[in-house]
C-alpha cells in the first residue's frame, strides 16, 4: 500500500485546485444570503447556548469553509417544544394551503440552483455536475409531495349493521425527528421533510455535522417560501446529544434516519422507551450482476454510474459486480478501461468526475479494505491507492477475482474501489447476491426478459435494476429489506409512514 503524500505536496495541491475559485463560490453564496451558520428554532436563527461551534471543511482542500453552532440537548428540546406547538396550526391548514407554500419552497430551490450547488461541492465535495443533478433530485421531492399533499384520502367501510357508518381517517403522527446523512446533503432532508410537511407534521432536522451549510441553505428558503415558523427546525453538532433528545421526548411522534446501519439499530432500540414510529434507510452492500448474455457496452456504462457515483459514496452504490465465466475478461477489460477515463479533482473543476472521499478516516477504510483483498488473492488491475493530489483523494480502484471471503465481498466500502467476482451460474449468482445481511438495492444486466424477471423476484432488495444503474427518482418507493432499513421514502407510498389511521364508528343513525 503506497504511503500517503507528504504535508507540503498536500499544500501544494491545495494551491493547485484553485482556492480562488472556492473563494468566489463562497461570495457567490452569500451575495445570496444563503450562508447560514446558525441553528433554525421557531423561525429564529440561533447560536448555541453554550456559544460552541464547529468547523465545517471542504474536504478537497482541508479549507474552512465556515464556523457554525454546535448545539445539544438543550437547542434540541427547544426545536421541538417549537415543533409541537406549531404542528396544532400547520395540520389544520388545508391540503391546498401546504401544497402552495410546499410548491414555493421547490420553486426558491430552482432559482437558487447554482448556490446551492457551489454550496454541496464546496463541502461534500461532489463535483459540481452532480450537486446540481442533486438540487433537482432534492427539490422534486418538495414538488411531488407538494402534489401528494391533496390525495390523503380516508375511506368509507360498508357496515355490519345499518344504523352504524364506518369511516377511516388518515392523520398527520406529529412532530418528526429527521437524521440525515453528508453523503446527499439536500436531498436526504427533502426526501424526509416533503411528505412530513405535505402531510401536516412539522420537524426537527439534524443534517450531519460535515455537511450543515446546505441544510441551513434549504432551510431559509422554505422560510421564504412560507413555511411557518416551527414548522422546520434544524439543529447540528452533538450528535448523541441530539439524537437522545429527540428518542426520549415523548412530543416526538416518529423518528426517520438515513445512515449506518449500526447507528440505525442503536436509534431503534433507543426509540422504543417511547414507542415511536421509524423509518430506517441503512447501509447496502449492492450486488451488480452482468450475465454472459448481458450487452457489454450496457453493462459497462451501467456498472461505472452505480459504482462510482459520487466517488462510491452512496448506499446504493454497486460494492459488488459479478460477472459471469463466460464474459469475465472481456467485461473486465472494457470496465477498466472506462474507469481510467474517470477525472479525478477538485469538483469546483468542470472536467472532474471524481470528487475526494468526506474524510481521512473514509480514505482510511478504503485502503483497508483493498488491503485486506490483496492480502487475501485478489490483484490490483487499476489504481489501489491514495492520489497523488494528496488530501481524502483516492484512485478509482478496480480489483480482480475477489472472493467471499474479503471485507470488499462482505462490507460496504463506501468508496471508488470496483471488486470484480467470477461466478459459473444463474443459481450460484442470486446465491452469492443475497449472502449478506444488507437488501438495499440490487442490478442485473441481461438480455433475456424471462431471466430478468426470475432474477429480479429471487433477489432479496427493496430495488432492483435492470439494464440500468441510475434508478432512483421521486416517483417510485426507496427503501431495503432484511437489515438494510424498514420503511419507504418517495413515490405515493412515503406518505404512509407520516400518516396515523384512524377508525371512527358512528352509531345510533337510525
Same mark, same amino acid.
Given at each position: 500500500?503506497?504511503?500517503?503524500?507528504?504535508?507540503?505536496?498536500?499544500?501544494?495541491?491545495?494551491?493547485?485546485?484553485?482556492?480562488?475559485?472556492?473563494?468566489?463560490?463562497?461570495?457567490?453564496?452569500?451575495?445570496?444570503?444563503?450562508?447560514? *451558520?446558525?441553528?433554525?428554532?421557531?423561525?429564529?436563527?440561533?447560536?448555541?447556548?453554550?456559544?460552541?461551534?464547529?468547523?465545517?471543511?471542504?474536504?478537497?482542500?482541508?479549507?474552512?469553509?465556515?464556523?457554525?453552532?454546535?448545539?445539544?440537548?438543550?437547542?434540541?428540546?427547544?426545536?421541538?417544544?417549537?415543533?409541537?406547538?406549531?404542528?396544532?396550526? @400547520?395540520?389544520?391548514?388545508?391540503?391546498?394551503?401546504?401544497?402552495?407554500? &410546499?410548491?414555493? @419552497?421547490?420553486?426558491?430551490?430552482?432559482?437558487?440552483? %447554482?448556490?446551492? !450547488?457551489?454550496?454541496?461541492?464546496?463541502?461534500?465535495?461532489?463535483?459540481?455536475?452532480?450537486?446540481?443533478?442533486?438540487?433537482?433530485?432534492?427539490?422534486?421531492?418538495?414538488?411531488?409531495?407538494?402534489?401528494?399533499?391533496?390525495?390523503?384520502?380516508?375511506?368509507?367501510?360498508?357496515?355490519?349493521?345499518?344504523?352504524?357508518?364506518?369511516?377511516?381517517?388518515?392523520?398527520?403522527?406529529?412532530?418528526?425527528?429527521?437524521?440525515?446523512?453528508?453523503?446527499?446533503?439536500? !436531498?436526504?432532508?427533502?426526501?424526509? +421533510?416533503?411528505?412530513?410537511?405535505?402531510?401536516?407534521?412539522?420537524?426537527?432536522?439534524?443534517?450531519?455535522?460535515?455537511?450543515?451549510?446546505?441544510? &441551513?441553505?434549504?432551510?431559509?428558503?422554505?422560510?421564504?417560501?412560507?413555511?411557518?415558523?416551527?414548522?422546520?427546525?434544524?439543529?447540528?453538532?452533538?450528535?448523541?446529544?441530539?439524537?437522545?433528545?429527540?428518542?426520549?421526548?415523548?412530543?416526538?411522534?416518529?423518528?426517520?434516519?438515513?445512515?449506518?446501519? !449500526?447507528?440505525?439499530?442503536?436509534?431503534?432500540?433507543?426509540?422504543?422507551?417511547?414507542?415511536?414510529?421509524?423509518?430506517?434507510?441503512?447501509?447496502?452492500? !449492492?450486488?451488480?450482476?452482468? $450475465?454472459?448474455?448481458?450487452?457489454?457496452?450496457?453493462?459497462?456504462?451501467?456498472?461505472?454510474?452505480?459504482? $462510482?457515483?459520487?466517488?462510491?459514496?452512496?448506499?446504493?452504490?454497486?460494492?459488488?459486480?459479478?460477472?459471469?465465466?463466460?464474459?469475465?475478461?472481456?467485461?473486465?477489460?472494457? $470496465?477498466?478501461?472506462?474507469?481510467?477515463?474517470?477525472?479525478?479533482?477538485?469538483?469546483?473543476?468542470?472536467?472532474?468526475?471524481?470528487?475526494?472521499?468526506?474524510? %481521512?478516516?473514509?480514505?482510511?477504510? +478504503?485502503?483497508?479494505?483493498?488491503?485486506?483483498?490483496?492480502?487475501?488473492?485478489?490483484?490490483?488491475?487499476?489504481? /489501489?491507492?491514495?492520489?497523488?493530489?494528496?488530501?481524502?483523494?483516492?484512485?478509482?480502484?478496480?480489483?480482480?477475482?475477489?472472493?467471499?471471503?474479503?471485507?470488499?465481498?462482505?462490507? %460496504?466500502?463506501?468508496?471508488?474501489?470496483?471488486?470484480?467476482?467470477?461466478?459459473? *451460474?444463474?443459481? %450460484?449468482?442470486?446465491? &452469492?447476491?443475497?449472502?449478506?445481511?444488507? /437488501? &438495499?438495492?440490487?442490478?442485473?444486466?441481461?438480455?433475456?426478459?424471462?431471466?430478468?424477471?426470475?432474477?429480479?423476484?429471487?433477489?432479496?432488495?427493496?430495488?432492483?435494476?435492470?439494464?440500468?444503474?441510475?434508478?432512483? *427518482?421521486?416517483?417510485?418507493?426507496?427503501?431495503?429489506?432484511?437489515?438494510? /432499513?424498514?420503511?419507504?421514502?418517495?413515490?405515493?407510498?412515503?406518505?404512509?409512514?407520516?400518516?396515523?389511521?384512524?377508525?371512527?364508528?358512528?352509531?345510533?343513525? /337510525?
Amino acid at each position: 500500500m503506497a504511503a500517503s503524500v507528504s504535508a507540503s505536496s498536500r499544500v501544494a495541491s491545495r494551491r493547485h485546485m484553485g482556492s480562488v475559485d472556492a473563494g468566489a463560490a463562497m461570495e457567490k453564496i452569500r451575495a445570496a444570503g444563503l450562508l447560514r *451558520t446558525r441553528g433554525l428554532i421557531g423561525g429564529k436563527w440561533v447560536d448555541a447556548y453554550d456559544g460552541k461551534t464547529i468547523e465545517v471543511q471542504n474536504p478537497a482542500t482541508g479549507e474552512v469553509l465556515a464556523n457554525v453552532a454546535c448545539m445539544g440537548n438543550r437547542e434540541t428540546a427547544d426545536a421541538i417544544t417549537s415543533a409541537n406547538t406549531t404542528f396544532y396550526t @400547520w395540520s389544520k391548514l388545508t391540503a391546498s394551503e401546504r401544497s402552495k407554500a &410546499l410548491r414555493k @419552497w421547490h420553486d426558491l430551490l430552482m432559482s437558487h440552483k %447554482e448556490e446551492l !450547488a457551489l454550496l454541496m461541492t464546496l463541502e461534500q465535495g461532489k463535483p459540481m455536475k452532480e450537486a446540481l443533478g442533486e438540487v433537482n433530485y432534492g427539490a422534486s421531492f418538495i414538488e411531488f409531495f407538494a402534489e401528494e399533499a391533496k390525495r390523503v384520502y380516508g375511506d368509507i367501510i360498508p357496515p355490519t349493521l345499518a344504523d352504524r357508518r364506518l369511516l377511516v381517517l388518515k392523520q398527520p403522527i406529529g412532530v418528526v425527528g429527521a437524521i440525515t446523512p453528508w453523503n446527499f446533503p439536500l !436531498a436526504m432532508i427533502t426526501r424526509k +421533510v416533503g411528505p412530513a410537511l405535505a402531510c401536516g407534521c412539522t420537524v426537527v432536522v439534524k443534517p450531519s455535522e460535515f455537511t450543515p451549510l446546505t441544510a &441551513l441553505a434549504a432551510a431559509d428558503l422554505a422560510l421564504q417560501a412560507g413555511i411557518p415558523a416551527g414548522a422546520l427546525n434544524v439543529v447540528m453538532g452533538n450528535a448523541p446529544e441530539i439524537g437522545d433528545e429527540l428518542m426520549q421526548s415523548t412530543q416526538v411522534r416518529k423518528i426517520t434516519f438515513t445512515g449506518s446501519t !449500526a447507528v440505525g439499530k442503536k436509534l431503534m432500540a433507543g426509540s422504543a422507551n417511547t414507542v415511536k414510529k421509524v423509518s430506517l434507510e441503512l447501509g447496502g452492500n !449492492a450486488p451488480c450482476i452482468v $450475465f454472459d448474455d448481458a450487452d457489454i457496452d450496457v453493462a459497462v456504462k451501467g456498472s461505472l454510474a452505480a459504482k $462510482f457515483r459520487n466517488s462510491g459514496q452512496t448506499c446504493v452504490c454497486a460494492n459488488r459486480i459479478l460477472v459471469q465465466e463466460g464474459i469475465y475478461e472481456k467485461f473486465a477489460s472494457a $470496465f477498466v478501461k472506462a474507469v481510467q477515463s474517470l477525472q479525478v479533482g477538485n469538483g469546483l473543476e468542470e472536467s472532474t468526475s471524481q470528487g475526494p472521499l468526506i474524510n %481521512e478516516a473514509a480514505v482510511q477504510k +478504503v485502503e483497508k479494505f483493498v488491503g485486506d483483498a490483496t492480502s487475501k488473492g485478489a490483484n490490483i488491475m487499476l489504481g /489501489g491507492k491514495r492520489h497523488s493530489l494528496g488530501m481524502s483523494f483516492y484512485e478509482p480502484t478496480v480489483v480482480g477475482n475477489v472472493s467471499n471471503d474479503m471485507l470488499l465481498f462482505s462490507e %460496504e466500502v463506501f468508496g471508488p474501489v470496483a471488486p470484480l467476482i467470477p461466478f459459473k *451460474t444463474e443459481e %450460484e449468482a442470486i446465491h &452469492l447476491a443475497n449472502d449478506t445481511n444488507a /437488501g &438495499l438495492a440490487a442490478y442485473m444486466f441481461t438480455k433475456n426478459i424471462a431471466r430478468s424477471w426470475r432474477v429480479s423476484e429471487a433477489l432479496e432488495y427493496g430495488l432492483v435494476g435492470v439494464n440500468e444503474g441510475l434508478i432512483s *427518482t421521486e416517483v417510485a418507493p426507496f427503501g431495503g429489506v432484511k437489515q438494510s /432499513g424498514l420503511g419507504r421514502e418517495g413515490s405515493k407510498y412515503g406518505m404512509d409512514d407520516y400518516l396515523e389511521i384512524k377508525y371512527v364508528c358512528m352509531g345510533n343513525l /337510525g
